[in-house]
């Protein structure tokens, strides 16, 4: 669940049976060591990189949450130039992130400096009918 600055996330196990007090007792389990394994994957998990006139910025994953929405709509895999084109417009003063989804399939655009940094997934995996999010820092003028 997203907040600010933060993300937060709800484990709830339900049970009800013969078995009660033995279910409990693994769920206690099965939390705290999900607790050392989700710990521990955040710290270790790879953060983007950018690079900047020679020298390296790292970007944590809650940057993401505190991008703005530049745009969000549904579009047509015909009209998907069009809308790339523009958001390696906006790449140039800061990194863009481009999220593509037909609704089963899922792909993620990296921009900056108007040029692709990274990807994950194939455009070609998508179907016809898209939902496109952009997400991007508003640069002060």
Known sequence: M????????RLTFFYHG?????????????????????????ESSPKLTYGTGGSQ???????LLEMKTLLAKKVDKSE??????????????????????????????ILRDGDLEESKGEISSLGEKLTVLVKGKVMES
Do not use: C, H
Request: glycine residues 4%; proline residues 4%; without cysteine.
């Open 18 to 42: 013969p078995f009660e007090r033995i279910a409990k007792r693994q769920t206690e389990e099965f939390y705290k060591r999900g607790v050392e394994i989700f710990k521990r994957d955040l």
């Open 57 to 63: 910025q790292r970007r944590s994953d809650s940057d």
């Open 2 to 9: 997203p907040t600010a600055g933060r993300t937060v996330v």
């Open 80 to 109: 998907l130039d069009d809308v790339l084109e523009e958001a390696m417009i906006w790449s140039v003063n800061s990194p863009v992130k481009v999220i593509l989804t037909d609704g089963v399939n899922k792909v993620e655009l």
